[in-house]
């Protein structure tokens, strides 16, 4: 059993950085490729940031870029989404999915491309 579970979300002020954490269980987490996601108020689910299963390969949102960094731990089964400069528009859910590959360089950066999903961490940023 797949089991995703995110932490870390809480409210902050504008500037500020925080990090998300996804622990993974049920899974050998390096073969998983891992990306992040977020739901703003009223909005879609929207593509945040990706990276293989390998940590060779990265991709973000261009909103993203320069200020968020996505990175995992496989010896502890975690992932990371490291945040910095937030705005009130970051304001969101943020839920991190996995799924299978073959190829450990490879990175997903479409929502149904993932099997699993955690069931997500709320951050509101203030201004």
């Known amino acids: 059993q797949v089991q995703l579970v995110e932490s870390g979300g809480r409210m902050v002020q504008a500037g500020g950085s925080l990090t998300l954490s996804c622990a993974a269980s049920g899974v050998t987490f390096s073969k998983y490729p891992m990306g992040w996601f977020r739901q703003g108020p009223g909005k879609e689910r929207e593509f945040v940031a990706a990276i293989s299963a390998s940590a060779k390969n990265t991709f973000y949102a261009d909103s993203m870029k320069g200020r968020f960094t996505v990175s995992r731990d496989n010896a502890e089964n975690t992932g990371y989404l490291q945040m910095r400069s937030l705005k009130p528009e970051d304001t969101a859910a943020y839920f991190c999915?996995?799924?299978?590959?073959?190829?450990?360089?490879?990175?997903?950066?479409?929502?149904?491309?993932?099997?699993?999903w955690g069931q997500g961490t709320q951050v509101t940023v203030s201004s």
């Open positions: 999915a996995a799924r299978t590959t073959q190829d450990p360089t490879y990175y997903y950066t479409v929502e149904h491309d993932y099997n699993y």
